[in-house]
Structures are given as C-alpha cells and as structure tokens.
C-alpha cells in the first residue's frame, strides 16, 4: 500500500497527514534557534566589513542580507519538511527535500534518550531530543526542537516502552548523590591550565639552560699577546681569540635575580663578522666574556678588555624633573665619562652598565622627543661600531646635551689620535677595528635621530623625535 505524499496536486497537505496518520512537526521556533548561531555570525561580519575593520569597508552590501536570508530560509525548510511519530514499537523520523530520509528507530533498541538545551533554546522554553541505539557512538534520531515538556513526556515515554512497561508510565523519580560546586569546577580548570603552562614552561626553560650550560661549559678565559683567548663547550669545544683592538664596548649585565649573589654577566661588542666556516658561537659579534661570575671576576676582565683605561668614570644621574619620563626607571639611570671612556648605566630589572672607549667612537647624536622638549631634556648617543652599540646619556638637561655632543665629538677625535699614535707596527694594526672594521659594521642610529658613521673624525649630529 503506498503511502500519500505531501503537498502536490492531488495529494493532501503535510497538516492532512499528519492528522491522519500521527505525524506532527517540530516547534514552530525550531528555524530560529538552528540558524540563530550562524545569522548571528553573518550579521557580524557584516558589521565589522560594513565599519572597516574588515575588507575595504565600502558599507553593507547586499550579499550579506542574501546570506542571511540564505541561512533562515534554509533553516525554514529544513523545519516545514522534518516530522516525526511514534508508530507502535518504532520512533520514525522523515526529513530532507531534495534527498528524503527516512529512519525507523526500534524503541526496543533505545540505548539513552538525552535531552540537551541551548541558551538560546532555553530563553524560548524549547530542548533537543537525541536517541542513541545499542552499539551506537553518536544520535541516531534528533528532534530539534521540541517545547521542554512535550520533548520530557516523549523521552519518558521511550523509555517505559524500552523497558516493557505502559508508555504512560511517568520518568522514575531521581536521587542525587553528589553535585559538584561551581568553585571546586573553576579551581580544577584553573590548576589544569597552570598544570600545562608551568610544563610548558619548564620545557622551554630547559631548553634554554641546556643550551647555555652545554655552549659555555668549562668556560675559561686566558690573557696572551694576541688578545683574550676562550675555551668552552660540552659536546663540541670552541677555541677562540679576541682581539682587544677589535673590542668596541664591554657590557656588564646583572638581572635582578642575580643581584643577590652579587653575579654578574660581561660581554663584548667585537666589530666586524666572523666568517660562517668558523666553529659553531664563534660568528656572534657580541661575545660573553664572563657568562657569570663576581664583581671581582668581572673587575679582572675589565681591566683586560680595556687596558687603556687607567681611571674609571663616575657615573651621574639625570636631573629631578626626568622622573617624570621615566618614573619607573629614573634611579637606575646613571652616565659619565672622561677624556678616554663613557659609561652608561639603564635598566630596573635587567640593568646594564656600558663602557664604551672614545677612542672607538663612530658618532654623537641628540634625540629629543615630544615629552623631553617640554621638560627641557635630551638624550645623547655615543655610537660605536655594531648593532646596537651604544652609551645613553638619556635625560640630561637640553643645554648640557647640546655641550656634552661637541664635547664628546671632541673627546673622541682626541682619544681616536692618542690610540693611533701609541699603537706599535703599522697603523692598520692600531685602527683595524676603527677604520676597516667599524666602518663596514656601523649599525645606522635609529628612528629618534640620523647621524652618519665615520671613521675620522667623529660626527656629531642633533635630531629631534
């Protein structure tokens, strides 16, 4: 016998079927809650396209309302031809347009019965049906949506049928053996997310420690007439000699996790590039010369990295009214010099102590920035050859900056000669790393200020940022 089929000519609607044999439909607001998500989505972009944040931001074109018409209609259709039943032993559940399916549930077979509800199905008083079979993973049946208490009396229903007893038997009353506070749930997916992170962060810290530790493994530093020679490593060793003509700065950094066993770091700014066929850490232009070690250590090796210098600058503060650039950083920032070297103190948690010999200077500049200007400051760059090699006299008074540029321009000049003419053999020996060297590595200064970088004489420029 075959079946009438909806809608048609000659054939009686879907509201005559389902008077006849059963057949009811999903809830009138089904449509909304299905699309409700993806309308939403659509909306958005629209919006955030329409605003310019997306795309050329030409204003809401017409596609977009296609769209979401698109995806209500869909959601429509999908509503006006899904029905469902219960036929005796058997939940029966018909939707699709174009490709009818058509599925036959046995209630004998019914594994769960779940009712699962939205936000938004929970604001229009609607859940979803889902039917799982024996030996199924996922829903073999979903009724999306039902009102909440028609979709509780179905799955009861269900139920007493699985079970052999009268489908008006009423769901069991339940018990409650444990419920779990919302406290305890956030404090759980809070130590699982700090659980992973410290992992992850162990992992990397690791790493980086095995890294350090197998690079700088026995490190030893030696003196000797061709410069300060370094043996280091692990599994693979490294033998390298540092010029001390070639050295452009010395930097003594000193975190402040170190600060109370009085560690410190010292390194070296080398100009010029080593060859990429040297030995694995030997074409870095900065260098450590002290991975860490004590004051005394690194005072040792100050004095061997810079034999030159005889008496050490005293560092001076920025004025009082700098506090108001640098409020975090004003007690730790501290510069001077004399007519051989400059030193320049930054940093709170990480603080750097820079020496930089005048003799290696490339050039002078002032940067001046909005704030500086209308607290009468400047700050001034003595640049020497490298990236990023540099002494700070950062916040100084406008007039003592403009003075300190020609006066460091020409302290530089002064010690640049001296150098030349204490240096034995040739002059290329003396100037390697001021002329060939520096002038083939100096970094440009950056966006607060331009000076060019020459070997003789040094420059000196004012820029304001």
């Not at 048609?8 to 005559?16: E, F």
């Not at 869909?74 to 559940?93: E, P, Q, S, Y």
């Not at 018909?94 to 604001?123: H, K």
């Not at 003592?400 to 302290?411: D, K």
């Amino acid at each position: 016998m075959r079946r009438a089929l909806p809608g048609g000519p000659g054939r009686p609607g879907l509201g005559a079927v389902a008077a006849d044999d059963g057949w009811r439909r999903l809830h009138p607001l089904s449509p909304l809650v299905r699309s409700g998500r993806a309308v939403l989505a659509v909306l958005a972009l629209a919006g955030l396209s329409g605003s310019g944040l997306i795309g050329s931001g030409a204003g809401t074109r017409w596609w977009d309302f296609a769209l979401v018409a698109l995806v209500a209609g869909g959601a429509a259709v999908n509503w006006l031809v899904t029905r469902w039943k219960v036929d005796g032993v058997t939940l029966r559940i018909e939707t699709g347009l174009l490709r009818r399916d058509s599925r036959q549930l046995p209630i004998a077979r019914i594994q769960a019965v779940d009712l699962v509800r939205p936000l938004l199905a929970r604001m229009l008083g609607l859940a979803e049906l889902r039917v799982r079979l024996a030996g199924s993973g996922d829903a073999d049946g979903r009724l999306a949506y039902l009102p909440e208490q028609a979709a509780e009396a179905l799955r009861a229903r269900l139920l007493a049928a699985h079970h052999g007893l009268d489908p008006a038997t009423p769901e069991p009353a339940e018990s409650a053996v444990t419920s779990v506070p919302t406290g305890r749930l956030a404090g759980a997916a809070l130590l699982l997310g700090v659980g992973a992170l410290l992992i992850w962060w162990l992992i990397i810290c690791g790493t980086i420690a095995w890294r350090r530790v197998s690079t700088q493994y026995a490190f030893t530093v030696a003196a000797s007439p061709d410069g300060v020679r370094i043996r280091r490593g692990l599994l693979g060793t490294v033998a390298e000699t540092i010029p001390v003509a070639r050295i452009q700065a010395v930097r003594m950094i000193e975190p402040l996790s170190w600060r109370p066993l009085h560690w410190c770091r010292l390194e070296v700014d080398v100009a010029g590039r080593l060859g990429h066929d040297r030995p694995e850490g030997t074409g870095e232009v900065r260098k450590a010369l002290l991975p860490v070690g004590s004051q005394d250590e690194a005072a040792r090796l100050l004095g061997i990295a810079l034999p030159a210098v005889r008496d050490w600058p005293v560092p001076r503060r920025p004025p009082r009214r700098a506090v108001w650039k640098a409020p975090l950083s004003y007690h730790f920032l501290a510069a001077g010099h004399d007519d051989t070297l400059a030193v320049a103190v930054t940093g709170r948690v990480r603080r750097e102590t820079t020496w930089v010999p005048l003799a290696k200077a490339q050039s002078v500049r002032l940067a001046q920035g909005p704030l500086q200007r209308r607290l009468g400051l400047a700050t001034v760059h003595l640049d020497a050859a490298g990236k990023r090699v540099r002494a700070e006299f950062r916040d100084r008074p406008q007039d003592e900056a403009r003075a300190l540029v020609g006066e460091l321009a020409a302290l530089s000049r002064s010690a640049r000669r001296r150098a030349a003419l204490a240096a034995p053999g040739p002059p290329d020996a003396a100037g390697e790393a001021d002329g060939r060297g520096a002038a083939g590595e100096a970094d440009g200064p950056g966006a607060a200020g331009q000076a060019a970088s020459v070997a003789s004489p040094v420059n000196a420029s004012h820029s304001e940022a």
